[in-house]
């Protein structure tokens, strides 16, 4: 059974970080894509970082440059560091996998999703 548990949010002020972290167990790191997602109330889920299993990384526009997402297969996790968060970055972020090898935005190409972890930003 695939369980992928998220930690790391919290709050902060603009312009700080955060590191999330997502734990998977039942599942393989690094061999099938991954990704992270965030929802904000009222709002649809939307993409913000993919990795496949061939490496592959990319990011939705309003991150690039500001996220980076990475991985340790040692530890079997699964991370996203966020830089000069802002605000609008104010989410319910969520971890997701799958079987498939290439990276995927779409919430549609994941099968398996964690809980989530809250991020808040204020000004």
């Known amino acids: 059974q695939v369980q992928l548990v998220e930690s790391g949010g919290g709050s902060v002020q603009a312009g700080g970080s955060l590191r999330l972290s997502c734990a998977a167990s039942?599942?393989?790191?690094?061999?099938?894509?991954m990704a992270w997602f965030r929802q904000a109330p009222g709002k649809e889920r939307e993409g913000v970082a993919g990795?496949?299993?061939?490496?592959?990384?990319r990011y939705a526009e309003f991150v690039k440059g500001r996220f980076t997402i990475s991985q340790n297969e040692a530890k079997n996790i699964l991370y996203l560091e966020m830089n000069s968060l802002e605000p609008e970055d104010t989410a319910m972020y969520f971890c997701?996998?799958?079987?498939?090898?290439?990276?995927?935005?779409?919430?549609?190409?994941?099968?398996?999703w964690g809980q989530g972890t809250q991020v808040t930003v204020s000004s």
């Open positions: 997701a996998a799958d079987s498939g090898l290439l990276s995927s935005l779409y919430s549609t190409a994941y099968g398996y």
């Open positions: 039942g599942y393989t790191i690094g061999r099938s894509r």
């Open positions: 990795i496949g299993g061939n490496g592959v990384k």
